[in-house]
């Protein structure tokens, strides 16, 4: 019995854009974000505070997150490495803050500078403080499955990375893979791994495209009983420290796919699918989701 209702939260402002090598406009992430919820997401991502040397386009992070017309029943969620971000980011009142951590050690190096047992120290501070805030607190575990410094990553790796999340008091995690190398089996299992620590309300996959395996991942996923998943409008983005890895798994096809199945995502796909010709407009290509595709030459 799959799940009959899935939760997907868009990362494509956030993760989506963090690699653009153009500046996109505040304005034109905000009208991102109001097209999205238009089109029924419930949970957006919509930005991070991180240092701008290191990632420029998030630079206008507390500008966007003034210019969001906030949605009852809407989530906003950003980034936040370290308490200097968190101390950023509270003043622009999200939701949900979001840590994130590696399963692999070179990745963690590479992306927030510091060793997986470093960015635990670092986010303790950082829960706390937003627990006590009454922030949720998600964790994100990078390199799940595969990292491009150390390759296979074994589910082990993100059993600990998970138990120490749950020890700082992190309340659900997502599991990611970063690189889109995952296949089913595979996913299934680093899954499995985070849901020794969390039960299966609070974990939720988080799916590169990168060889295209996302959609089975996805599937996948739903077996093992996960509803939650973090997918990118029209396939945006990449992480800057890793690569050649693509965007996440398009909203679209996954809408597509969920409602194919007869499972509900409260998601208009005609309206996403406008979200992501917006963006694709304003970025000068065309999305990188192939059911908008399909449908558009229609
Ligand atoms: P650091 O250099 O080790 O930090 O960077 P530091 O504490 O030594 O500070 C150095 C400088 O950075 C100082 O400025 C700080 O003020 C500044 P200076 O004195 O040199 O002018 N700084 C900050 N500025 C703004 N906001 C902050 C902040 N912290 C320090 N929060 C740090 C550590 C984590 C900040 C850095 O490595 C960084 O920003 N990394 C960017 C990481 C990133 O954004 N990666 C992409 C997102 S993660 C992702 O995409 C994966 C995910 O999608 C899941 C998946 O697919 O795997 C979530
Ligand atoms: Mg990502």
Redesign the pocket.
Known sequence: QLPQHVKLVDVGPR?GL?NEKQAVPAAVKIELVQRLQDAGLTEIEVT????????PQMADNAEVMAGIQRKPGVRYSV?T??L??YE?AVKTRPDEIVV?AAASEAFSQK????SIAQSMERFRPVVQAALAAGIAVRG?I??AVGCPYEGEIAPERVELVARLMRELGVQHVGV?D?IGVGTPRKVQRALEAALKHYDINQVSG?F?DTYGQALANTLASLEVGIWQFDTSVAGLGG???AKGATGNVATEDVVYMLHGMGISTGIDLDRLMDAGQFISDALGRKPHSRVSNALMAK
Request: proline share 10%; hydrophobic share 30%; charged share 5%.
């Open positions: 993760d963090q991070s505070f991180v240092s701008p040397k290191w990632v980034l490495p370290n200097q971000g950023a994130f992306n927030i500078n510091c994100a990078s390199c990611a970063t988080h590169h992480c800057p420290y």
